[in-house]
């Protein structure tokens, strides 16, 4: 008995779920990157489950597209991360307010 | 058997996602990142996206996490503060929550995907398949992510330059 692919899509959501609130009350700009990349695998495996109960393969060919584009965007965003803390010799989002009202 | 071993590995993963948010310090949060990657490679596998799962390994564990942990320790972060919850951070995320939690139940309760039994092979299944696939059909989206991947990596390059103004400026 396998299990149903509900079981997968809810897994899915409660991951991103715990991925989003991660990024709303986290200060750490490293941790809520951390967060940011835990939301885009739960997306990559509701992908993949479709995909294997619909029988096609679109869904895992999308997700190996989507591992390649997480590659990237990690490395940029960590180097704008080093950069940043080469200006403000800080990572806490609530010291970094310049851009505020 | 597979459900027990589904039930195992989303328990796992999701007990090290929570693991994530609540660590206070970013490299406790980097290995629970690990942790729950592997957990959703071996979700992967019970899938039958076995390629999926060993790039998943490769790439996320392999190269994001390793690159996480350089950062931390290049940053030197002592400690950190745990979060705290108050102020209009605490009321958004609140907000934010129950209207996913709700959304979630809707779905567990009247959601119906209508799907059966798995089917057949899928592409991670076949190394075959799936390479028929990149190399057919989605051929042009191959090609624009060496793209992407390239202009990454100048952009990497450019951002992590040591700005410092020159001699001759002056």
Known sequence: MTPSLEAYVMLSAALFVIGFLGVLVRKNTL???????????????????????????????????????????????LAIIVALFRVRQTVQVDQLDSLKH | MEHFAFTCLSVFSLACAIGVVLSKNAINGAMCLLLCLA???????????????????LVYAGAVVALFLFIVMLLDMQGGRAWKFRGFNAVAGMIAAVLLVTGLNLLAVRGRL???????????????????????????????????????????????RRVTPKEDDK
């Open chain 1, 31 to 77: 941790v809520i990157y951390m967060c940011l990349e835990l939301m885009l695998v739960a997306a990559t495996l509701a992908l993949v489950a479709f995909s294997r109960f619909n029988g096609t393969e679109d869904g895992d060919v999308f997700v190996f597209f989507i591992l390649t584009v997480a590659a990237a965007e990690v490395a940029v965003g």
């Open chain 2, 114 to 160: 209508g799907a059966g039994p798995p089917l057949g092979h899928s592409a991670g299944s076949s190394l075959k398949l799936y390479s028929y696939q990149l190399f057919t059909t989605y051929l042009l989206p191959v090609q624009v992510m060496g793209f992407l991947l390239l202009i990454s990596m100048l952009g990497v390059i450019v951002l992590s």
């Open chain 2, 39 to 57: 957990g959703i490679a071996g979700l992967f596998v019970q899938l039958h996206a076995y390629l999926l799962a060993f790039v998943l390994v």
